[in-house]
């Protein structure tokens, strides 16, 4: 009896905007006709990373090639959601040459690279590569670049600094678990920069971990996809500031999604994300809005100070055209004062 190939799966992870959907859209419209299937994970209640996806209109890219698993963060629910939703693509008459795992910006990876060593998965699939993905303008401002062992020292010192900061953690653990990392929206940046960071990102890395730079999230799929790495075999290579079956907490996080009435441009669009974005707390929104007289839906997203917005579709005809941006934050931010600023 000739034993079938394992299914590759490439999980795609990386922290609040730095690019993962973009990247992930950018491979399969650029796959050559492989057939893909994607499972997308979103932290909060609005599917805005299956619906930019599915808007692709490319082959490899339909809708039901593309599972969302809105319950949670993938890492928490691998048995109740995860699993189950690999199964049923590799259960299909056609199951896919190849799977696409984003995973929400406040997902360890690590948890879900266990879960390939279930007995109902592990004979059918493999880890062919974690690849994170790194903003690389957050880095060079500071987020999440500070030397561990003096923050270390640092916090020691000073009783009034929150000893517990989940978002490094996260961060942390999505570079540690990494294959590959990309680092993207390096357009941004000057050469000098650049440096800075690919130095900052190197000091968390094993030497054997490449990086790669990129803009937009345009990477050649070849890159990305055949690293066979079978990375459920390696898990005592990949470290974790969370222990094997140590959950982590999302108290610290919470998402609301806001209607926004339709923009009179999209710069007066983006004039109010960055505006809502000054709110303390919030980490990032996204989402759809409509723009007066244009026929093409508006997708924005904003992470700290910076914006981007770009028309990706027509809307469909009946379609109501109502928009909707996701804010992710911390517990507790002003949602009043949100919503107040992307009023206008």
Not at 276 to 283: I, K, M, N, Q, R
Not at 301 to 311: I, L, M
Not at 326 to 340: E, H, M, N, P, S
Request: hydrophobic fraction near 45%; aromatic fraction near 4%.
């Amino acid at each position: 009896m000739t034993l079938l190939a394992k299914v590759p799966c490439t999980i795609v992870t990386g922290f609040l905007g730095a690019g993962k959907t973009t990247l992930v859209r950018h491979v399969v419209e650029n796959a050559g006709g492989r057939r893909l299937a994607i499972l997308v994970n979103e932290f909060g209640d609005v599917g805005f990373d299956r619906s930019f996806l599915a808007a692709c209109g490319v082959e490899g890219c339909t809708e039901d090639s593309i599972v969302e698993l809105p319950n949670g963060c993938i890492c928490c629910t691998v048995a109740d959601d995860f699993v189950p939703a690999l199964t049923s693509l590799l259960d299909r008459p056609e199951p896919p040459e190849h799977i696409l795992i984003e995973t929400s910006g406040l997902a360890l990876p690590k948890p879900l690279v266990q879960a390939f060593q279930w007995p109902a998965i592990r004979s059918r699939v493999t880890v062919d590569g974690v690849v994170a993905v790194v903003d690389a303008p957050a880095v060079a401002e500071g987020t999440f670049a500070d030397d561990p062992e003096a923050l270390a020292a640092q916090r020691a010192s000073d009783t009034s600094v929150d000893h517990d900061n989940p978002l490094e953690e996260v961060f942390e653990d999505q570079l540690l678990c990494a294959d590959l990392v990309v680092l993207n929206k390096t357009d941004l940046l000057d050469a000098d920069a650049i440096a800075r960071v690919r130095a900052d990102i190197a000091g968390h890395l094993p030497c054997a971990v490449k990086t790669v730079e990129t803009a937009q999230g345009r990477i050649e799929p070849a890159v990305l996809l055949g690293l066979s790495a079978a990375a459920e075999d390696d898990l005592a290579n990949r470290p974790s500031h969370h222990g094997e079956g140590e959950d982590h907490d999302h108290d610290d996080f919470e998402t609301v999604a806001l209607p926004v009435s339709p923009a009179g441009s999209p710069t007066d669009v983006a004039a109010r994300v960055a505006a809502a974005a000054e709110t303390e707390g919030v980490l990032r929104i996204k989402g759809f809005v409509a723009v007066a007289d244009k026929p093409m839906r508006l997708v924005v997203q904003g992470v700290g100070r910076r914006v981007s917005h770009h028309f990706d579709r027509p809307w469909r005809s009946g379609e109501p055209r109502d928009g909707r941006l996701v804010v992710i934050g911390l517990k507790g931010f002003d949602r009043q004062a949100v919503a107040t600023a992307l009023a206008g």
